[in-house]
């Protein structure tokens, strides 16, 4: 009786393939044994990227000869290599740049308070935000009086004092640099369109959309990929 148990155990534990369809299949889920790899070494910057190859942390500048850097997308840069040589066919990465924007309200309309405070601290400051920081600093609740809009611009009138008042015309679409990838290089712009609206017993409120189908994402892919080669002469790049 124990025999039996124990060839019944054996049994169970046989691996057996089976072909069905002419694809093949095994009748037990197989776990494969890889060679340990150490942990992916994160940093925040372009910078750590180039202080990771140029100081040779993990060996000299001759073990990183199959080194490649890939640009991923405008937030995450790795350092990889080739395929190992085992029967895995796994593609070691080291160093990861990984950067964390700040988050940018787009795509809605936001209190008066809350656009200025936006669009000080999370877009590059230039002419342009500062013709959008004066209009929208220049409004109060009692003051978007009358106001036109014909699709590509609108004309709001603005009160600045008791009794002046000025038209000023609201630019769209606005050019903006917000803050959305590394610090190292220069913030790709992006078209906005800029709105403003006011409800019934309710005070203004504006807004922006982003208007160039991502078109940003692939010029700071490339002024990472030019930057990283102007630091790193002879480092395979993929972008």
């Known amino acids: 009786m124990i025999k039996e148990a124990i060839e019944k155990i054996l049994d169970l534990g046989k691996i057996e393939q089976v072909v069905i369809d002419w694809r093949n299949y095994t009748s037990k889920v197989l776990v494969p044994v890889k060679k340990p790899t150490p942990n992916v070494l994160t940093v925040h910057t372009l910078s750590g990227l180039v202080d990771y190859l140029t100081g040779e942390i993990d060996g000299p500048k001759e073990t990183q000869k199959n080194h490649f850097i890939h640009v991923v997308d405008p937030c995450h840069v790795d350092i990889s290599a080739t395929f190992k040589g085992d029967s895995f066919f796994e593609r070691p990465y080291f160093v990861a740049a990984v950067f964390d ?29 500062a013709a959008l920081l004066k209009l929208v600093g220049n409004i109060k609740d009692e003051s978007v009086t009358q106001f036109t809009d014909d699709g590509r611009t609108q004309a709001v009138t603005a009160r600045t004092g008791i009794s002046l008042t000025e038209i000023a015309p609201v630019p769209n679409p606005v050019v903006l640099r917000p803050f959305r990838t590394f610090p190292e290089i220069e913030q790709p712009e992006s078209l906005f369109v800029f709105r403003l609206r006011q409800q019934e017993k309710q005070a203004p409120a504006c807004g922006l959309w982003e208007a160039d189908n991502k078109l940003w994402k692939v010029e700071a892919i490339k002024s990472i990929a030019t930057w990283l080669r102007e630091k790193l002469p002879g480092v395979k790049i993929i972008a």
């Open 101 to 129: 924007p700040p988050a940018i309200q787009s795509g809605q309309h936001a209190s008066l308070e809350s656009f200025i405070i936006g669009l000080q601290a999370y877009f590059v400051q230039d002419e342009h935000t």
